[in-house]
């Protein structure tokens, strides 16, 4: 085994590449483009290349591997179908999943005619069939296969094989898919004791699998503790292992802080999200978050700056999602020290998609409400009414949002008591108040997936509330 096979054997690839390189260009000078030995390496540097999430340089080298393989050895050669499964492997990892299936599907075929049933080419190959039929939201066809290939695994293969834990994770995140978290649970512990005991408590797939561990956990009801105390040691082991920088511990810092978010830990998750936007500037999301968790903990003179950043950096933007989301969080309080025009720019990008889009209900109230904030009530009003009309005449596209609706009506009510109609004022406000009672309330241990969309939308309900329930006008109305 060379320097560079061992070091993707311990989760190392993108240190293995340069050792790789080297060796590929010395077969390729010495034996030839066609020699097996030329393939061999070709298909170890592309693997590698896929293992180190350089995907631009593993398909076309994993590509080329699997039609030389096929044209030298044939379609049923070991090493040609070993070349087909790390082709699928790739388009997997690079979410092309409509080329990975078909790939997977043929390696199992020519897997159980020419090594039977029981060889464990055959039972990886099983595997990786059903975790492509996952990926594709096949559950039913995915379950069945997992289920046979773990217990031909567990008959067959001596315990804790690679072959078995794979199966049993895959087998694992198919439960959990399926709201089955009783089944996910303990097959997810198992998978991590176990790899910590063979592979170590820093190794990649250990890691993925205490992920895998603190997600199901999260999707459990009450299960926020064990998953919060998972994703804090994945987040010290990925960082350690990987840095500061690499997408695998940025996207661990991001589930640990949708963790206290839902938690309702606004500090702490604040601070998640500053030390993310210093690593990733570019990241609009990462902004947007800390700036709806600054108008939760009320502090304002961060919110605003951080609100500043975002037109700074996001104003010009002609992406929908990045325009509507920007304006949004700018707008969450009355005053977010941006310059009101500018995200109302912002907003107009969003609202210019038009009805036919899903997500224009969301787009014209966000578009009300940046009418509102830089004083166009009359504006506010007939974008507010929009979107309302819209959650009354598709309740199947928008009830099941309770944050949009309330956002919606807590808008609605400020326009309209701004322009003194104070009867529609209060009958927006009552509508408010009767969807702020579905929602968690205020000081709850678990604001759900949407926590973003309860602050915004509960910001906004506190706003028209005091605004309105505190006026001589309102007070006179209901005597």
């Known amino acids: 085994m060379s320097i560079g096979e061992s070091l993707i054997g311990v989760g190392e690839a993108a240190r293995a590449i340069p050792h790789l390189q080297r060796g590929l260009e010395l077969c390729r000078a010495v034996v030839g483009t066609n020699h097996v030995a030329t393939l061999n390496s070709m298909g170890v540097l592309g693997w590698a290349y896929k293992e180190a999430g350089q995907l631009e340089q593993a398909l076309p080298l994993l590509e080329a591997t699997m039609k030389l393989r096929q ?60 975790s492509a039929y996952r990926a594709a939201r096949q559950l039913e066809q995915a379950r069945p296969l997992l289920e046979e290939a773990l217990k031909r695994m567990q008959d067959k293969l001596p315990p804790g094989h690679p072959y078995t834990l794979n199966a049993m994770n895959n087998l694992a ?27 170590g408590s820093n190794h990649s797939f250990t890691l993925a699998a205490m992920k895998n561990l603190a997600s199901a956990y999260y999707q459990k009801a009450g299960g926020l503790d064990q998953a919060l105390r998972l994703f804090e040691q994945t987040l010290r082991l990925t960082e350690a292992k990987r ?6 511990t940025i996207g661990t810092m991001c589930q640990l802080a949708d963790v206290l978010g839902r938690q309702g830990k606004w500090k702490e998750c604040a601070d ?48 929908l999602f990045v325009s509507f989301r920007m304006a949004e969080r700018c707008s969450i309080l009355p005053s977010s020290g ?44 007939n974008y507010a009414g929009k979107t309302t009309v819209a959650i009354r005449e ?20 400020m326009a309209h008591f701004r322009l003194k109609q104070t009867d529609a004022a209060l009958a927006a406000l009552a509508e408010a108040n009767r969807i702020a009672a579905r929602l968690p309330q205020p000081g709850s241990q678990d604001f ?10 509960h910001k906004l309900f506190e706003e028209a509330t005091a605004l309105i329930e505190g006026s001589p006008e309102s007070k006179t109305q209901t005597k």
């Open 272 to 319: 998640i999200f500053t030390a993310l936007i210093q690593r990733a500037p570019a990241n609009h999301f990462h902004h947007g978050s800390l700036a709806t968790l600054l108008a939760a903990s009320g502090d304002l003179e961060n919110y605003r700056r951080c609100c500043q950043e975002i037109v700074a950096r996001f104003g010009e933007t002609t992406e």
């Open 173 to 199: 995140k198919v439960y959990r898919d399926a709201g089955q978290l009783d089944r996910a649970l303990p097959l997810l512990k198992d998978v991590v004791e176990l790899r910590s005991i063979s592979q």
């Open 448 to 457: 759900g997936h949407e926590w973003r969309d309860w602050i915004l939308a």
């Open 243 to 248: 840095g500061r920088g690499h997408p695998e």
């Open 338 to 381: 941006a310059n009101p025009e500018a995200v109302g720019k912002m907003a107009d990008v969003a609202a210019a998609a038009g009805p036919t889009n899903r997500f224009f209900a969301y787009f014209q109230c966000t578009k009300g409400l940046a009418e509102y904030r830089q004083g166009n009530f009359t504006n506010a009003v």
């Open 71 to 130: 044209a030298k050895l044939g379609p049923d050669d070991r090493s040609t179908l070993n070349a087909m499964n790390n082709l699928a492997s790739a388009y997997a990892a690079a979410g092309q999943i409509e080329r990975a299936l078909p790939l997977r599907e043929e390696t199992l075929r020519r897997r159980q005619a020419t090594l039977g049933p029981d060889d464990p080419a055959t039972l990886g190959a099983m595997n990786n069939l059903a």
């Open 394 to 413: 598709h309740p199947g596209d928008y009830e099941w949002d309770d944050h949009l609706c309330l956002e919606a009506y807590a808008l609605s009510a």
